[in-house]
């Protein structure tokens, strides 16, 4: 079982709609919480850092951490086509003196006019 | 500010050759971490350098080698080429000195295709 698991689509909605992405783990040491944008033939961006459980807001999009769960979601409020993308969740753990940076596989995402 | 620069953007190697790939981090930014990106395995880490050293290391075969200079730029090289590493090897740098917490800034990176 991987440690970080994550749907990887495709997700296809219509422009407007709210998108919901998701992501679950199994290592209660997870400390540090990431979403990452990464459009075709380009490298990951980072969009939302997050360390507590709770919400945290952006603009259109809020990153939402519930660690007595163990699930991680971004939301992005009245989706555009501009954000057609791979969604990568990733979070670190203090492990064997030093951190570990895990990413999900990434969730494929395409909003259509 | 300049980002992350990655050179060569695309290369074509034959099994048994060697490459080198290069990056040059943010100004400013010391901590550099290289990443390779597949379709079936993702994101999956290299190593990762902090003033010249090597703090971290994936599980990749010794093949796989990297370094960083004294004004932060580093390199990567695979020996030995092999057909499965033709992939898309990110480079990303940190304005942490523990860059893999995870505010991490990537390069476009390279794309190795090994033939």
């Known amino acids: 079982q991987k440690e970080v698991e994550q749907d990887p689509g495709p997700l296809s909605v219509p422009e407007g709609a709210i998108v919901s992405l998701n992501c679950t783990y199994s290592n209660s040491a997870f400390q540090y919480f990431m979403w990452y944008r990464q459009y075709s033939r380009k490298g990951p961006e980072l969009l939302m850092y997050t360390y507590s459980s709770g919400n945290k807001e952006d603009g259109r999009f809020t990153a939402q951490v519930d660690k007595s769960s163990k699930y991680i979601s971004l939301f992005i409020r009245d989706s555009q086509p501009s954000d057609s993308a791979t969604y990568l969740c990733a979070m670190t753990a203090f492990s064997g003196g030093y951190n570990k940076l895990i990413f999900g596989a990434g969730t494929r995402l395409a909003v259509h006019p | 500010k300049a980002g992350v620069t990655q050179t060569p953007r695309y290369l074509i190697k034959t099994r048994g050759q060697q490459v080198t790939l290069s990056c040059s981090p943010i100004s400013g930014h010391r901590s550099v971490s290289w990443y390779q990106q597949t379709p079936g395995q993702g994101l999956q880490f290299l190593f990762e350098y902090f003033s010249e050293t090597q703090r971290n290391k994936g599980n990749f075969p010794g093949r796989f080698s990297g370094r960083q200079f004294s004004n932060s730029r580093s390199e990567m090289n695979v020996s030995t080429l092999e057909l499965g590493d033709s992939a898309l090897y990110l480079c990303?740098?940190?304005?942490?000195?523990?860059?893999?917490?995870?505010?991490?800034?990537f390069g476009e990176g390279s794309r190795l295709t090994v033939l």
């Open positions: 990303a740098s940190s304005p942490r000195a523990r860059g893999n917490i995870g505010e991490l800034f």
